[in-house]
């Protein structure tokens, strides 16, 4: 008891995905009818694709001049300007992450709202298909019935009853109705062809909407990856991580713009077939039904006559007299003849059957099953489809967006972090401050030809002079101090050697190194200087 103009009211986005401009590759306006038969209303989805591949195209092209302009065309920048630039680098790259993980959310939305509204779609159209398919096996069995299982008890019959007339008569009109029955039956559209086309429509949407959902759920997931590695190559400072970042991010730019691409024409195309549904079934079934049937079924008013009514009434009145034929004939011919009860029998559950049947397609023929099918299908697609489809289109504009900074900040972090190893390898290695100069301090043939502690004061003693050698520790290398930090603590680090002559508070020392000092002779006093004394 409902209409289809009260239950299903397009949205609104259908209606302004629907006014996009339709062009075909001459610029000519297309009408945007849904019409996916013809040649140029399919140029004018292909058309709305290629715009998106234009902007990849764009996308690349500044891309590939910025990335120039930083790798070939940088200036040499002090170290003040760098630290806001790496502040800058950072931020920009928090606020990308950021805003591509609310783009792959969004994405997960909408593949799942599309999913919903196809899943909806396909099962409305095997809910009909099962209807049709009902409706068919009905017909099919009640034409047989009547056909040949009714003609094979009533020609054995007419052998029985050969010696009597009126007997023979009554069979006579029970064929009569039998083939009024077959001619109702005949005359009904033929509703097989609708089958097939919903059973193949049916696959041919789940076989591409599995694909689809797939092929999404990887972008997806590849995005979220590629986010979460670029923010690790960032904080670890890795070159090689950010140059695999770059070329898989511009793999994902590409996808996203070639989904943008496909998601566009697919969303206007599906609006062009909501704004007006009835319109497009109509004349794809006009081949095998009738307006008058299709009018039906689409609105399903209660002022619309069944246009199966008539048939209906017939093949009930007839059911109903040849079982009124049978109850006689079984009261009073089976007693003179009753070799006849057992097709008089046969031929009353055959009617039996044949109006059960005639009842479950009065069910079936009504107009309220199929249209919900039908309402149900349109809110699927309409609804939860095409809102899925506009949130996976701002997925990829997001993505795009994304990307697209995201390169640009990864380039300037590279350029940055490659400025900052040259400057360090610019460093002086004999300064004793570096810090790559500890690991070189030691060096063994180095030690071998610089008098140690111990030997010095040796010879010391069996000198006849007074006078110390030429050589000071004021002047010693650091090696020298590594190897007399040795001697004193047994750990040759720069805390423990003696920063002589520097200005410098005295460090501490082990206790090895005050036990050495206090075993100082004053001759070895007067060569070290007064250094060791404040211990």
Known sequence: MATARLDYIAPWWTYWLHNFPHFNFTFQTVDNTFRPGEASYQQSLVFLACISAAGLVLSLLLLSVYLTSVCCCRKEEEEETKRPDSCCV????????????????????????????????????????????????????????????????????DEIFATRGDYVQALRFMGQMADNIIRQLTSMPELSKAKVDLSAIADQTDYGEYYRWLTYLLLLILDLVICLVACLGLAKQSRWLLTMIMV????????????LGAGTATAVGTSDFCVSPDKFIANRTKDFLSAEVTHYYLYCSQSLPNPFQQSLTIFQRSLTTMQIQIQGLLQFSVPVFPTAERDLLGIQRLLNSTEFNLNQLTVLLDCRGLHKNYLDGLMGVCYDGVEGLLYLCLFSLLSVSAFCVMLCA???????????????????????????????????????????????SSSLDSQASPHPPPQTAAILPTSEYMNQSMLFGGNPRYENVPLIRRGSPPPSYSPRMRTTYLSMTDAQIRHFGTDFQQV
């Open 248 to 259: 898989f991010g511009v793999i994902s730019l590409v996808l996203s713009w070639g989904s």
């Open 90 to 157: 950072s931020w920009t790259a928090v606020i990308t992450g950021l805003i591509l993980c609310s783009a792959v959310g969004v994405g997960f939305y909408g593949n799942s709202q599309t999913n919903d509204g196809v899943y909806q779609l396909t099962y409305s159209l095997h809910n009909a298909n099962h209807t049709l398919g009902g409706i068919n096996g009905l017909v099919s069995s009640s034409l047989g019935s009547m056909e040949v299982g009714l003609q094979q008890h009533l020609k054995r019959l």
């Open 410 to 456: 990864i380039a300037r972090a590279w350029t940055l972090i490659t400025s900052r190893d040259r400057d360090y390898d610019d460093i002086d290695e004999e300064d004793p401050f570096n810090p790559q100069a500890r690991h070189m301090a030691f060096n063994p043939s180095r030690a071998s030809h610089v008098h140690s502690f111990c030997s010095y």
